[in-house]
DNA sequence: CGCTTGCTTGGAGTGCACTCCAAGGTCATA
DNA sequence: TATGACCTTGGAGTGCACTCCAAGCAAGCG
């Protein structure tokens, strides 16, 4: 139980791949209590508001999380673990019903693996062309900047944007 | 006259920097008519709709675009490049407000160099970040599609999502 | 001339992803 | 035990970036 679907904890997924900057300590270090963290600890975690966090539950994109016997959520690391992975995905672009369907599957169980890995490639495959997408853009950036920096005292006469 | 930023066209500045695939060839082959194009050209070129090129026109994204003698709006290429320009930003998450600002600032003229490679840099770093993001995304992912290859014949008993 | 197609406008409507509210119950500390 | 911070709910509201509408003008063609 509580393990990501690689077994790995995030904390180990994250130090991984080390592509471009030297990796970063683990940014969301855990409230490492007892495993049953209120709301509150969970904004502080995610940075996302309480009100976001009642959301994701009302529309599907969370199970249903543990309550105390009066009633009030207390959030489990494997739900740490899942919005982890859902603040990922959003920032990739994908739309909340997407990731509402990929939590749909996981909750049908281990008949939806298929559909869950045609999911991840697509996705995996956005994330590709996102990438090279903002490198194009990249590009037109540095081209723009060079030519303020150089025009910074010698002005020319073109129009210019 | 009618030259970017950098005074190269549109099509020279797609070429130069190749990150990662070999340069495609720029894919939006221009109308290349009299450089006064009408609004459903300018929507085959760029994919925007028309109502939406008519709205950047009205909360000022763009200038005010030239118009035939009966009123109809006739695009020129700086236009074009305009647009190319904005929908490079627009993929970078900048919000409309702030193309908006940057536009303005290209209409006040020269003296706001300054400001406007300011803006630039601030979107630079805002990019790289924003593909930092994704490639930390991306070993996620490539974590998660070789747990499901992995797992498509031989499922284990984990709690998996 | 009539018909179709395309363009014009201001203003209203849409979809997404939150974001907040009111009214009330709960929890920790002095 | 009292006080104040925290938590609960359904439903309504917000901001962004479009997106569409109705009514009407204009151009090209048989």
Redesign the interface.
């Known amino acids: 139980?509580?393990?990501?679907?690689?077994?790995?904890t995030q904390a180990e997924?994250?130090a991984?791949?080390t592509?471009?900057?030297a990796a970063p300590p683990p940014r969301h270090p855990r409230p490492d209590g007892q495993d049953r963290y209120t709301i509150s600890e969970v904004v502080a975690f995610t940075g996302l508001t309480a009100h976001t966090l009642r959301w994701y539950e009302r529309i599907g994109l969370m199970d249903h999380i543990d309550r105390s016997h009066t009633g009030q959520r207390r959030y489990a690391n494997?739900d740490l673990?899942?919005l982890d992975?859902v603040g990922?995905?959003r920032?990739?672009g994908m739309p909340v019903a997407d990731m509402v369907r990929y939590a749909q599957l996981?909750r049908e169980g281990?008949t939806t693996?298929?559909e869950?890995?045609e999911l991840?490639?697509a996705?995996?495959r956005d994330?590709?062309a996102?990438?090279?997408?903002?490198?194009?853009?990249?590009?037109?950036?540095?081209?723009?900047?060079?030519?303020?920096?150089d025009?910074?005292h010698a002005?020319g006469t073109?129009?210019?944007?």
């Open positions: 139980m509580q393990t990501t679907a690689t077994g790995l997924e994250t991984t791949r592509d471009i900057c494997r673990d899942w992975l990922k995905l920032l990739t996981v281990d693996y298929q869950r890995h991840l490639e996705t995996r994330v590709l996102r990438i090279a997408e903002l490198h194009d853009t990249l590009a037109v950036l540095d081209r723009k900047i060079s030519f303020y920096a025009a910074q002005r073109e129009r210019t944007r």
